[in-house]
């Protein structure tokens, strides 16, 4: 038995693959060697009883993740795996190599995500690369739950949002300032809390407001992230996440400013990671 785990900073996804019954395991917190120690990863995994009962049974864990873009943070996750996970080969690498697995068609491409963070990458179907970095939600995540969770933070703040959304904020989180300006600055897993107001901003999707604002953070994702490729108009882009799928209207709109053509868009790349890994992977290792 072998797990695939695909993991954003909020949540991770655990697919049990043995060949026959591949399904959908669990969901686990996200882990993220920016925030997240070795330690933090073993006891966070030992609590889940369902992953307990089966760890010395599996043979291999490929684990993508948000942040593991070094052999020093892979190392971090690497470590805290082994420790749960006693008898298997341990693979760590990049979510954004998940994502181009999943949304690979066998044609190049570029594959972008986009969830509490953001981020993109040339795939061929056997290099990945990329142009620009990702910056994080400080000073990146174009496009993302934190880019657009800082926007409605800031205009709530400052009483710049329209005032039915400003009231249906205040019923809906009761936050004041110093709970807010707490939770960003002095908390941990503050890219997390800020990306957590994306349902908000669903729920009020089809006001003006937040149309304009996602369309506008979309462009700006397309304008850094994916006109970076000289070769962006002559490929699909695929992108993984649900905010992408949430707002696809406005995600049509801002690609078409740019001349882009959309190819898939994947909620949650989980399954079609599992059905890259069986054909290209591990179709030598599972009969």
Request: proline share 3%; net charge negative.
């Amino acid at each position: 038995m072998y797990f695939i785990a695909e993991s954003g900073s909020t949540k991770c996804d655990w697919m049990l693959v043995d060949g026959k019954n591949n399904q959908s395991f669990c969901s686990t917190m996200g882990f993220n060697p920016y925030f997240h120690s070795s330690d933090l990863i073993e006891t966070e995994l030992e609590k889940v009883e369902k992953i307990a009962a089966i760890a010395s049974e599996i043979k291999g864990v490929y684990f993508y993740g948000a942040g593991c873009s070094s052999e020093e943070l892979n190392a971090k996750v690497e470590e805290g795996l082994k420790r749960v996970f006693k008898n298997a080969k341990i693979i760590v690498d990049h979510d954004l190599l998940a994502c181009a697995y999943a949304t690979y068609s066998g044609k190049p491409q570029i594959s972008c995500i986009i969830g509490t963070g953001s981020n993109s990458c040339y795939f061929d179907g056997e290099k990945l690369s990329e142009e620009v970095p990702a910056l994080g939600y400080i000073l990146g995540d174009e496009g993302s739950g934190s880019y657009f969770g800082k926007q409605l933070i800031a205009n709530f703040l400052y009483h710049r949002l329209p005032t039915e959304i400003e009231q249906d904020f205040i019923a809906t989180y009761h936050y004041t300032k110093d709970d807010l300006v707490e939770n960003v600055y002095m908390k941990p897993n503050a890219n997390v809390f800020i990306a957590s107001f994306m349902p908000f901003i669903g729920k009020h999707k089809d006001n003006p407001y937040f149309k304009d604002m996602v369309r506008e953070g979309f462009k700006k994702f397309i304008d850094v992230h994916v006109t970076c490729y000289k070769n962006y108009k002559d490929v699909e882009v695929n992108f993984v996440g649900s905010i992408s799928q949430i707002f696809e209207q406005e995600l049509h709109e801002a690609a078409a400013v740019y001349g882009v053509t959309i190819g898939s868009l994947i909620r949650r790349p989980a399954e079609a990671l599992v059905a890259y890994h069986l054909k290209y992977i591990l179709n030598t290792e599972i009969a």
